[in-house]
């Protein structure tokens, strides 16, 4: 059986994706994954918690919301840092992603309820931002592409 | 915006990752002056210009396509 091959093409947009990266720019980077990570086991902890009813209403389950909104702060924080200091292309490049992000996502919240009232599945916030997120992540690639 | 980078580099005997450290930008930022697929900030185009000791207009050329 033959090993599993990567194109070029892709190698090369992955090679151009991590060469876009100064030094600094990854170290920002590795401070807002790891925001983003405690953000991730913290909201998953907070809802385990609050669904099995480990923890009451009121102030306790406050408390319980504000662990990962903290994180989600530093995240947000974190990430305004990297773009704020990162390598101009780099920047560029987030603020593309970020318009097709943003934008896909809008563009959902405003349109999807028409295709829902034609019979397509009922979607949420929480869809919106799946979709805003994965919009994101395209937009980087594509902007990445562009400039390579 | 036209820019002769390559030439000056090239010039120097230095690689795309050597100019990249000494302006403070990545490598494929210096890759996409190069290619002509990103024209870069008035102070970086200064910073560059610097670089190889030239005046800006030496190193970039305004074309309107």
Known sequence: MSEPTTSPRAISLLKAVCGIQTPHDRRNQITLLRWILGFGITFLAAVWLSETGRVGDGGP?????LVPSAFAAGAIWSYMRYVREADELARTIQLQAIATGFGVMIGFLVLYPLFEQ??????????????????????????????? | MKNNLKDLRADRGW???????????????????????????????????????????DVFVWSAT
Not at chain 1, 128 to 138: D, E, S, T, Y
Not at chain 2, 30 to 56: C, H
């Open chain 1, 61 to 65: 389950g406050i408390g319980l919301a």
């Open chain 2, 15 to 57: 690689s795309q990752g050597d100019l990249a450290e000494q302006l403070g930008v990545s490598r494929q930022t210096v890759n996409a002056l190069e290619n002509g697929k990103y024209d870069p900030s008035l102070p970086l185009a200064f910073k560059i210009a610097d670089t190889f000791g030239r005046k800006i207009e």
């Open chain 1, 118 to 148: 034609a019979g397509a599945p009922a979607a949420g916030l929480y869809e919106a931002a799946v979709i805003g997120m994965c919009a994101f992540a395209g937009g980087e690639l594509i902007a990445t592409a562009r400039y390579r």
